[in-house]
């Protein structure tokens, strides 16, 4: 056992965080912490810390439990370099190789003992090579490297670096720091893509154990072999990545509900047996099930997170055939970062921009937006054209206005309940919509950006970094809401779930150029493995009459891949709608075999159950079987519409 929590409790106020935790972290686990925002994940790493104290229970931790974590605040010495700041990952190994410099100093002294030097000499090498000390240069450097520094960087005072790289800095200190507990919280945050698939390789083969909080879903997948879940103040474990979190937590919700209505209906006819008996012929009978009643360990109702259900976005008036055009775009500030682009956004595409940090992807959608102007060539736009921009640094929030305010303003036709009600949508509820929003922490600000486009809509949308301050469950309700979205799509992104789900089409930006590339992430990154990477051809502008290779228009083809993802998605429910079926027939053949058995035969208690069981599996594979002809018959229409 590293640590243990037992029946940990914890509120700020009237707000019940944690609601009496218990749960044991082994050595050699690879966890992974997720939740809503404000569950209480950073609580618990404050508590682990010692950083904050429990209101009731116990957190037991190992004797001499070392943990590693990425503090607040930079703890270098003034002057510090970036090298000699994360090489103190190593102080036992620096304090041996300086107790061996001074010791060379002394043997070059002819007064000295130097056979007993010597000795001692040899003892601290020893001790030096058994720590890898020869090695440790080698070690921070690649470190440094894969975090995303240059060679130049590493005699640079760390005080000079944003605060981006300082985190990163700290970050890799915590990671060469040799603990019996690494505490990982969003460590992908100032990472860009070369960056996390180093931190994935490094975690892979990482020996120890730890405990991380982070929203990028491939990440997890590639780098936890558990998930503990914090929802509703408790703590609940899932053995797997995190697409095995996904599909046992909805078994597990599925089954939840299932026996808690079960109870309720039982309790129901109980409850129904004893009104009409009580006082008649059955008078004992009713009071024996009243008894049993009152010994029932009743369930609670499963609590159910507050969903996205209306989460979309409106794409406004149908636009041209051509969303977009770059003409020999060059954009930046004062320097170019990103040349020559030329390329067509047609209506219903979608494209993601991807590259290293400081490439100019952002810079790229800004002058796509029109919020900067190019430094050389044009960015044009189609007929009937409107655009939305989603802005990372949320710089289109007003300091002094409320919440309901920001959007409110974009349109006062709608109702003050029409308002509060679209903002519940983003988890503004109550008196949450009158806060100021320089009192909203970062997390809020993002949604609150994000509600004010999807309360505009446009149907050319350009987000930069849209998931950056969403959980995993938000960040799945903007996926299923730009699915259905039939604008144009261009967004700048790091979640590769993200990308792979929502684009069609690669922008790759480094060394102040761009490619396109067809397909999403995952098809690129298997692409470069085979060495079959072609860039896309840049398309000449198109008119609104002018036909795609294929022979369809472009709003044909935009027809047809919103048809295609319907496809797919329905051939995935029917999927899970045969596998539900099947499971279901597989019981009740179980059940029929012990229904001709003599020892159910003779219990009639256990023979009336199995009956009954198979009378509501019987009822349920009917319903199954309708949902799956439903959909079958919706594919088969959307296939003759393809035809």
């Not at 020893?126 to 690649?142: Q, T």
């Not at 200190?173 to 070369?194: A, I």
């Not at 329905?570 to 019981?587: G, P, Y």
Request: net charge negative; glycine share 8%.
């Amino acid at each position: 056992m590293l640590y243990r929590f037992e029946e940990i409790e914890k509120s700020y106020g009237p707000h019940d965080v944690l609601r009496g935790v218990t749960w044991q972290h082994n050595p050699g686990e690879k966890v992974g912490l997720v939740g809503r925002n404000g569950a209480g994940k950073t609580t618990l790493f404050r508590l682990l810390l010692k950083q904050e104290e429990a209101d009731r229970g116990q957190i037991i931790r190992a004797s001499g439990l070392t943990i590693g974590h990425v503090g607040q605040h930079l703890d270098a010495e003034p002057g510090m370099s970036l090298f000699d700041y994360v090489e103190t990952a190593f102080a036992d190994v620096l304090e041996i190789e300086r107790k061996m410099r001074a010791m060379e100093h002394d043997l070059a002294d002819p007064s000295k003992d130097h056979e007993r030097l010597l000795q001692k000499y040899a003892e601290l090498q020893h001790d030096y090579e058994h720590l890898s000390g020869y090695s440790l240069h080698a070690e921070v450097e690649r470190v440094l490297a894969g975090v995303g520094f240059e060679k130049a960087d590493q005699e640079r005072p760390i005080a000079e670096f944003s605060g981006g790289q300082q985190n990163r800095a700290m970050l890799a200190r915590v990671l060469l720091t040799k603990v019996d507990l690494l505490l990982l919280d969003e460590p992908t945050n100032h990472l860009d893509l070369h960056g996390i698939e180093f931190l994935e390789e490094f975690l892979q083969s990482f020996k120890g154990s730890y405990l991380l909080v982070s929203h990028d879903r491939t990440f997890l997948n590639r780098t936890v072999t558990k998930i503990v879940e914090l929802a509703h103040g408790k703590l609940i474990e899932y053995h797997g990545n995190y697409e095995r979190f996904l599909q046992l937590r909805q078994e597990r919700m599925e089954k939840m509900a299932t026996d808690y209505e079960r109870q309720q209906e039982l309790i129901e006819r109980t409850q129904e047996f004893i009104r009409r008996n009580i006082a008649g012929q059955k008078t004992k009978q009713a009071k024996s099930r009243r008894k049993m009643l009152g010994k029932l360990d009743e369930l609670e109702r499963p609590e159910v997170d507050e969903t996205f259900a209306n989460f979309r976005l409106d794409a406004g008036p149908r636009s041209g055939a051509v969303a977009l055009t770059a003409d020999r775009l060059t954009a930046g500030y004062d320097h170019p970062i990103v040349r020559d682009i030329t390329m067509t956004i047609r209506r219903g595409e979608r494209y993601a921009i991807m590259g290293p940090n400081g490439s100019g992807k952002s810079t790229l959608l800004k002058t796509f937006a029109g919020r900067l102007q190019p430094l050389a060539g044009t960015v044009g736009y189609g007929h009937n054209v409107q655009v939305g921009y989603y802005d990372q640094t949320l710089g289109d929030l007003d300091p002094k206005g409320t919440v309901i305010d920001e959007v409110w303003n974009l349109d006062h036709s709608r109702t003050e309940e029409q308002v509060r009600n679209f903002l519940a949508q983003f988890s503004f509820f109550d008196d949450d919509v009158f806060k100021k929003t320089h009192d909203l922490s970062g997390g809020e600000r993002g949604r609150l950006a994000l509600a004010k486009i999807m309360y505009v809509g446009g149907n050319l949308m350009l987000l930069d970094e849209p998931t950056n301050h969403l959980d995993v469950y938000t960040r799945e309700a903007l996926e299923e809401a730009l699915e259905s979205f039939t604008g144009a799509l261009v967004v700048v992104s790091h979640d590769r779930y993200f990308i792979d789900r929502i684009a069609e089409n690669i922008i790759e930006v480094e060394d102040e150029h761009a490619e396109v590339y067809a397909g999403n992430y995952s098809d690129l990154v298997e692409r470069m493995k085979v060495g079959t990477v072609v860039p896309r051809p840049a398309p000449p502008p198109a008119s609104g009459g002018q036909r795609a290779a294929s022979g369809l228009s472009v709003a044909q083809r935009a027809d047809q891949k919103k048809r295609d993802r319907r496809i797919k998605k329905i051939d995935e429910e029917i999927a899970a709608l045969e596998e539900r079926v099947a499971a279901a027939e597989r019981e009740r053949e179980r059940n029929d075999l012990l229904l001709c058995s003599e020892e159910v035969y003779r219990d009639g208690e256990r023979m009336k159950k199995i009956q009954a069981r198979n009378a509501d599996l019987k009822a349920m594979i009917g319903l199954l079987s309708v949902k799956w002809e439903t959909l079958s018959r919706e594919r088969e229409q959307l296939e003759g519409a393809v035809a």
